[in-house]
């Protein structure tokens, strides 16, 4: 990439509003940006707001910190996320190429039946990412799924486990019939518990959000920090103190903001995790896996 082609990319994305924190922090910022216009027009007008020992009320450097734990909480939620899904693909690659290998087929339906039970797998998938955005079965799993087990799933909450005491039930079956040794189901079942293993660490994220009144005191300090400001800097600013005050805030605010977003990543949001495309990725491998097999 030529050094003009990465200048224009950086630049394109310097202004790219989708996915940025632009639309929830406007509107504060442009408050606090306001009440600093109000407080140059006041001293503008001979009227004594200019106290700059006001700056000391909360030092930058607490407020620093304090951000950057904020953050740095919500981001390692995000990243412990990224990696139970990430090993949600693998393990269930895994499963695919071990119940392929492992099951013997002596009958002509038995390779029917291993077809049906790694169609299961990209329904787990599917019914973990619906699971986590607290939404009921969808069309979505129709393909991979009977109409029976689909009906089954509408009246379930947790969808994940379920589908996982479908495939065991499978497995147990074939060890029964002698097509699996002990060995091989135990590998197999090893396996199913990191999926669900997965699928509980996922749920520890979801359900242990960051304490509200953590949230609350920070959101209060950034306010009456950027409140602070006009008094602050307005016998140096004058006027300018509004554009000062709204750019300071922008960026407090956004940081802020961050936080909120990533701190649950299984939702909708354009900075969660791409779930709809992870989702898609293991329906394609295992359609790809199914296809090249029976060819």
Not at 161 to 166: A, F, H, P, Q, V
Not at 287 to 293: M, P, S, W
Request: proline share 5%; glycine share 6%.
């Amino acid at each position: 990439m030529s050094k003009a082609t990465a200048k224009k990319i950086w630049f394109k994305e310097t202004l790219r509003l989708k996915g940025s924190v632009i639309p929830g922090v406007l509107s504060p910022s442009l408050f606090c940006g306001g009440f600093a216009i109000l407080i140059s027009f006041l001293y503008a007008n001979q009227v004594p707001v200019s106290q700059p020992i006001l700056g000391s009320v909360i030092p930058s450097i607490v407020l620093g910190l304090l951000l950057v734990f904020r953050t740095n909480t919500a981001y390692d939620r995000f990243w412990e996320g990224r990696k139970l899904w990430g090993s949600t693909v693998n393990t269930i690659r895994n499963l695919a190429w071990q119940i392929w290998v492992a099951v013997d087929e002596v009958e002509p339906g038995d390779r029917d039946r291993k077809i049906t039970a790694l169609s299961l797998l990209p329904a787990f998938a599917i019914s973990e990412k619906l699971y986590l955005r607290y939404e009921p079965a969808s069309e979505e799993l129709k393909p991979w799924i009977s109409p029976s087990q689909y009906s089954i799933l509408q009246n379930i909450q947790n969808m994940p486990l379920e589908i996982t005491r479908w495939l065991g039930d499978y497995l147990q079956q074939e060890y029964k019939r002698g097509l699996l040794t002990n060995h091989q189901l135990a590998t197999i079942h090893t396996l199913m518990n990191n999926l669900m293993d997965n699928v509980g660490g996922c749920e520890r994220i979801l359900k242990t959000p960051i304490p509200a009144a953590y949230v609350i005191h920070l959101n209060q300090l950034v306010l009456i920090y950027c409140l602070i400001l006009p008094f602050q800097f307005v016998k140096d600013l004058g006027w300018w103190t509004g554009i000062f005050v709204a750019i300071v805030s922008f960026a407090l605010f956004g940081i802020e903001e961050i936080g909120v977003e990533i701190e649950n990543p299984f939702g909708y949001d354009h900075n969660d995790l791409p779930l709809d495309k992870i989702c898609q990725t293991i329906q394609n491998n295992i359609e790809e896996f199914i296809a090249y097999q029976t060819n």
